[in-house]
C-alpha cells in the first residue's frame, strides 16, 4: 500500500467516524430562571403548569415556544417568551468538503429533534413593586375626618 493509499485512508476513517457537534444535544434543553426577589414562582406554558420557586432549572423541549411567567404576591407580574430556533452547532458541524457524509447527519439530526435550542437558556428578571394603591395592594386605611 502507498503513502497516498494510507493517507487517503486514514482521512475517511476520521470523516466517517467523527461525531457531529449536534449528537451530544438531545431533544430536551435545561433552562435556568432566576428571579428577584428570590422565592418568586415561575409557570412554563404550555406544558407545565405547575408553579415552581425560584432559582429553578427545568427541562424542556427545545423544538417548541414557551410562554414562562414569573409571580410573587406584592410584585407586577412578568412574562418572558422562550423561543426554539436552529442550533448554531448544527453549521459548525457541517463539513462542505464532503457532502455525502454532511447531508445525512443533518437530516438525522433535523429528524430527531436535536437540531434545535432554546433561546434565552438563562432567564433572569426583577420584578416591579407595585405602588401604593396598585390592585393587587392590601386594603388601606383611609382616616375619616371628625364630624
Not at 15 to 21: D, G, I, N
Not at 105 to 134: A, C, N, Y
Request: glycine letters at 6%; aromatic letters at 6%; charged letters at 20%.
Amino acid at each position: 500500500m502507498t503513502a497516498k493509499q494510507i493517507v487517503s485512508l486514514v482521512l475517511l476513517a476520521a470523516s466517517l467516524t467523527s461525531a457531529c457537534a449536534t449528537t451530544r444535544r438531545g431533544r430536551e434543553q435545561a433552562v435556568e430562571f432566576d428571579a428577584l426577589p428570590t422565592g418568586t414562582t415561575v409557570r412554563v406554558h404550555p406544558g407545565r403548569e405547575e408553579r415552581v420557586p425560584t432559582p429553578s432549572t427545568l427541562l424542556l423541549s427545545s423544538s417548541r415556544d414557551y410562554t414562562v411567567y414569573f409571580e410573587n404576591p406584592g410584585y407586577r407580574p412578568q412574562s418572558v417568551e422562550l423561543k426554539s430556533r436552529l442550533s448554531g452547532a448544527v453549521w459548525r458541524s457541517i463539513d462542505f468538503h464532503n457532502p455525502f457524509i454532511w447531508i445525512p447527519r443533518l437530516l438525522i439530526d433535523i429528524g430527531k429533534g436535536r437540531s434545535r435550542e432554546l433561546v434565552p437558556g438563562k432567564v433572569t428578571v426583577t420584578l416591579t413593586p407595585l405602588r401604593r394603591g396598585g390592585v393587587r395592594d392590601a386594603p388601606q386605611t383611609i382616616p375619616v375626618p371628625a364630624r
